[in-house]
C-alpha cells in the first residue's frame, strides 16, 4: 500500500540546521510532484515547499533561502534541508504527494515529524 | 496570514448537514482547482475533496464540494460525531505562486 514516512525531525538551536527525509513505497515515485507542509503548535496547516517531478520547486516567502527541497527518485526519497531555524519554525512536518490536475497536497500524507526550535 | 478566509466555526446536530465557505480571490481560486483536507489534532490531514469537486477513493458522498467565482463551498451531510474535526480549503495562488491553505474551521456536532 501507498506509505509516506518521515523522518529526522528533533530539537535544534535557533541558527540550527536539520534535514527531514521522507521514505515513499507502495507507488510509482518519480512521476509525482510532492510537497512539505507543516503545522505549528495550535496553528492552521502552512503549505511550506513542493518539487515537481522534474525538479522544479517552489517555496513560501519565509523559508526562502533558508530551506531546500530535494528529491531522490532512485531512491524514492524526499527531502527537506532546514538551515538557519528559527523559533517559528516549530511545528509537525508531513511530507505528501500531489494530488488531481493543479498543484494541491494530496491524497497520501506522512504521520508528521516533529521539529522543535526553542 | 491566510487569504483564503473561511468561518472559524460551525456546529449542527447528528445526521445535519452543514456547509463551509471559502472566500478567495481571482489569483487562486477563480483560477485554479480548490481542495479541502480533513484534520484531527496529532494525526495526518485527510484529503476529502480535489480538483473542486473530486473525491479520492474511500471518501463517502456524504462530502461534496462546489466552487464558483472566487469562492468555494464544502458540504457533509449525514454528520457524525466521527466528522467532529478541522476543515481547510486550498489552493494554487498565481499571484504568490505558492500553494494556500485557508484559515480553517472546526466542526462541531451538537
Known amino acids: 500500500q501507498v506509505q509516506l514516512v518521515e523522518s529526522g525531525g528533533g530539537v535544534v538551536q535557533p541558527g540550527g540546521s536539520l534535514r527531514l527525509s521522507c521514505a515513499a513505497s507502495?507507488?510509482?515515485?518519480?512521476?509525482?510532484?510532492m510537497h512539505w507542509v507543516r503545522q505549528a503548535p495550535d496553528k492552521g496547516l502552512e503549505w511550506v515547499t513542493f518539487i515537481r517531478s522534474n525538479g522544479t520547486q517552489y517555496y513560501i516567502d519565509s523559508v526562502k533561502g533558508r530551506f531546500t527541497i530535494s528529491r531522490d527518485n532512485s531512491m524514492n526519497m524526499l527531502y527537506l534541508q532546514m538551515n538557519s531555524l528559527r523559533v517559528e519554525d516549530t511545528a509537525v512536518y508531513y511530507c505528501?504527494?500531489?494530488?488531481?490536475?493543479?498543484?494541491?497536497?494530496?491524497?497520501?500524507w506522512g504521520q508528521g515529524t516533529p521539529v522543535t526550535v526553542p | 496570514q491566510s487569504v483564503l478566509t473561511q468561518p472559524p466555526s460551525v456546529s449542527t446536530a447528528p445526521g445535519q448537514k452543514v456547509t463551509i465557505s471559502c472566500s478567495g480571490s481571482s489569483s487562486n481560486i477563480e483560477n485554479n482547482y480548490v481542495s479541502w483536507y480533513q484534520h484531527l489534532p496529532g494525526t495526518a490531514p485527510k484529503l476529502l475533496i480535489y480538483?473542486?469537486?473530486m473525491r479520492p477513493s474511500g471518501i463517502p458522498d456524504r462530502f461534496s464540494g462546489s466552487k464558483s467565482g472566487t469562492s468555494a463551498t464544502l458540504g457533509i451531510t449525514g454528520l457524525q460525531t466521527g466528522d467532529e474535526a478541522d476543515y481547510y480549503c486550498g489552493a494554487w495562488d498565481i499571484s504568490l505562486n505558492v500553494y494556500v491553505f485557508g484559515t480553517g474551521t472546526r466542526v462541531t456536532v451538537l
Open positions: 480538483d473542486n469537486n
Open positions: 507502495g507507488f510509482t515515485f518519480s512521476p509525482y510532484g
Open positions: 505528501t504527494r500531489n494530488t488531481g490536475s493543479g498543484l494541491a497536497p494530496g491524497d497520501r
